[in-house]
């Protein structure tokens, strides 16, 4: 979770100024936490807390209204009407990296998956672009290698994964979908060494550049282990006191107790 968050963190200056290259500072001035952050952190207290995703989407939400939600997200996160949207935007995988780290089976983390997506993101490939990242992550977490993952991703969701970063970087360009952008996500990690080599693959391929870099992170720290302590540390000074408390408390219930 971290992992995602930090990749939010790093990516979040280069989302309207794309960069095709791995050579930049991690933190640089004007990074900030975005909208995946808070969502995510969302996620978290919701698994924490016990109550329903939609409730702590409102709460949590709704205490940081300058985070860049999308349009459509924001508008729906202020109405009074609680119906789904029906949208197929990254918004669901990025948020969703505390189910592959909570959750004990496939068969949880596919249903939790789907439940905090189609609160607002219902559209099918909303639910399958947030089912394959927390898949991703539950498979990293739990010792498969690359290869089985690229396998098991590729078998149930159809997505294209036979590509490098290399070949995706000249040609790919700002994208909201999930499915442009979570293969996108998952082959930088696929094709990294570390957790570092995953966020500079990420970043390196322009776009929406926090939200590609916050679901690769989630998956490179699953695969990884824990990030390097000096980004944790820069994590926490970016974060304000309440999110990262739920970070913080949900490491200590679902990463290092495990």
Request: with cysteine.
């Amino acid at each position: 979770m971290i992992g995602a968050i930090a990749g939010d963190i790093i990516g979040s200056i280069y989302e309207h100024r794309p960069i095709k290259n791995k050579d930049f500072l991690l933190f640089q001035t004007g990074c900030t936490f975005t909208d995946d952050t808070v969502l995510t952190v969302a996620v978290a207290d919701a698994i924490l807390s016990n109550r329903p995703y939609l409730e702590s989407f409102r709460l949590i939400g709704r205490r940081y209204p300058h985070a860049g939600y999308g349009t459509s997200f924001f508008h729906w996160l202020y109405s009074d009407d609680q119906s789904p949207y029906n949208s197929w935007g990254n918004g669901s995988a990025m948020r969703v990296s505390p189910v592959g780290f909570a959750f004990k089976t496939e068969k949880e983390v596919l249903r939790e998956a789907a439940k905090s997506a189609e609160i607002s993101h219902n559209h099918l490939e909303g639910i399958k672009g947030a089912q394959a990242t927390a898949l991703a992550i539950f498979l990293a977490r739990t010792g498969s290698p690359k290869e089985g993952i690229r396998t098991e991703i590729k078998k149930r969701f159809g997505y294209n994964l036979d590509r490098t970063t290399d070949q995706i970087r000249p040609s790919y360009s700002f994208d909201v979908s999930c499915q442009g952008t979570v293969p996108e996500a998952i082959i930088a990690f696929l094709d990294s060494t570390s957790y570092e080599d995953t966020i500079r693959n990420a970043v390196s391929l322009g776009g929406d550049s926090d939200t590609i870099a916050c679901i690769a992170g989630g998956i490179a720290e699953a695969y990884y282990g824990n990030v390097p302590s000096d980004i944790r540390e820069r994590v926490q000074k970016h974060l304000p006191s309440d999110l990262w408390e739920i970070t913080e408390k949900f490491y200590r219930n679902f990463v290092e107790a495990t």
